[in-house]
């Protein structure tokens, strides 16, 4: 089997290695987090600004919802046959107090999860192409 | 509180998948309505077009596409997009000519011929469109949502996948009595436990379909009802609000919140604020509704609804379910028409669907789906991209 390449399936949105990060920016004048990042305006209706520090968010957060996907979403969304189900969490970050959703890593069970369990995020192939394996950021049960 | 407007007219196309170009079932609509009304295509000032931008060229000018549909006559056109809230912008916008004095009677539609399946994004790469992206990064579809909002009701209050069913049971038995509905078929709670799981814990019966279909509205002033002597359902309210930042609710098509680290979150999420306008503009509240038609894209959204329409407290929806309160005989039935569950969704149509709703049962012409002395009902729902939608009307 030749080796595969690695490739982000978005540039700029999360770092990879060990312990990756989803990549943000803050507000250089009232400080609110935003993902996907906020370049151009600061959508708090209180603040003017247009400078914005690139930030990485928590890599831990509490689970707020989640489902599994028994069908195979429409374009664009790719992925190899058989289509095998996955699925998508919800997940609250402390610090930020955002919710942020993504897919669970792949080997998660559905009934191993509950509202208010502790994840952390990984990088892992969404899908591959031409020989290419495409990466996304997913949640995974913390190890504590 | 907001002056009244007069609804002289209502008129449907069934829903349905009729394989027809939607300008067709928008002109029977538009008909219908002018004969309930008893009045001209002439007598029509302007047309309120509700748009939507799946269908192409024509889809793009609704209003323009009736006006040509129905013989051009020189009215004006407005015409007004808001994903699933576009019917109740172009009522509003109606509503604000005839407040302005700018036209005294005015025929509003909205038609859509929807596509087969999950609705799906516009075609093409676009790396900056949160609706696509989430499809291309996650698969995250329309039931992605609903369904994370039913696991948190399963969490958070109890829930049941039985209560989500019971749901789908009391629409489909609803709609029964509804000509315009696209399904006319009652389900047991059994068969909509059976039916495929498509987004744990939503189950295929419990998710609505996309439908062909159309609806159409004519408002008046109050004055131009006088003339015509009759007594007409009344507009007490349009909400069409957007959300309050930091809006800290997850809503389709985004895949993060707001962060309320800090500015904190408003004191009403979204959906309660949509209503809350509508109360507050038409100087009623919830105790004074005798119905409510609200936006079940799934089973248990409609229990979301429930709460952030007032009809209960938060957690309270899936007691006011099982004690028969929502269904009809209840003490305030939800969605008497079968909503989503029996129509499916028409995009630009369904705002305007359930003002139709609402003139026939406040009307008493309900028939066999009639809710008994009804005086007042509201309609909620919420269009893609933050766009707010609830109509009170009364006697
Ligand atoms: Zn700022």
Known sequence: MSESKIAPSIEGWYTCGESPHLIGTRCKRCSSYFFPKQEVFCRNPGCRSTEFDEIELSRKGKIWSYTEHFYAPPEPYIFSEPFEPYIIAAVELEEEKMIILGQMAQGVLSQDLTTGLEVELVVEKLYEQDGTDYTVWKWKPAEN | ?395
């Open chain 2, 1 to 395: 509180m907001a002056k009244e407007v007069a609804i002289l007219g209502v008129g449907m196309h069934p829903w349905g998948k009729w394989g027809k170009n939607f300008v067709e079932y928008g002109l029977k609509a538009c008909n219908d309505a002018l004969d309930d009304a008893g009045l001209a295509w002439k007598d029509i000032e302007v047309v309120a077009g509700a748009e939507t931008v799946r269908n192409g060229y024509a889809g793009y000018v609704a209003g323009a596409t009736f006006a040509e549909a129905l013989g051009w006559s020189g009215a004006r056109v407005s015409t007004s997009y808001a994903a699933c809230a576009s019917g109740a912008q172009a009522i509003n916008n109606a509503r604000a000519m005839i407040l302005a004095d700018m036209a005294d009677v005015i025929l509003v539609v909205g038609a859509d011929t929807t596509p087969k399946g999950f609705l799906a994004p516009n075609a093409g790469e676009r790396w900056t469109d949160p609706d696509w992206l989430r499809f291309r990064l996650m698969g995250c579809t329309n039931p992605t949502y609903f369904a994370l909002y039913a696991r948190r009701r399963m969490d958070l209050y109890g829930a049941t996948e039985a209560d989500f069913a019971a749901v789908k049971v009391k629409n489909a038995r609803h709609g029964m009595a509804n000509p315009n509905a696209r399904y006319h078929k009652e389900f047991t709670q059994e068969q909509v436990l059976n039916s495929p799981m498509v987004a744990d814990p939503l189950r295929l019966l419990e998710i609505c379909a996309t439908s062909d279909g159309a609806a159409a509205v004519i408002v008046s002033s109050m004055e131009y009802a006088r003339k015509m002597n009759v007594d007409p359902i009344k507009i007490r309210a349009v909400s069409t609000v957007t959300p309050v930042y930091p809006q800290s609710t997850i809503e389709m098509p985004y895949f993060s919140t707001d962060s309320a680290a800090v500015v904190p979150a408003p004191m009403m999420e979204f959906k309660e604020s949509i209503a809350h306008a509508a109360y507050e503009e038409a100087g009623l509240g919830p105790e004074d509704m005798s119905l409510a038609e609200v936006y079940d894209l799934s089973s248990a959204l409609e229990l979301d609804w429930c709460e952030n329409v007032g009809l209960c407290k938060k957690g309270d929806a899936e007691k006011l379910l099982r004690d028969g309160e929502t269904t009809l005989g209840g003490r305030i039935p939800v969605n008497p028409s079968g909503g989503l569950a029996c129509f499916g969704e028409a995009v630009p149509a369904q705002a305007l669907a359930q003002v139709c709703e609402l003139t026939w049962q406040l009307r008493g012409q309900a028939g066999g789906r009639q809710v008994e002395g009804a005086k007042a009902g509201i309609t909620a729902n919420l269009g893609l991209f933050g766009h707010g939608s609830s109509v009170i009307c009364s006697i």
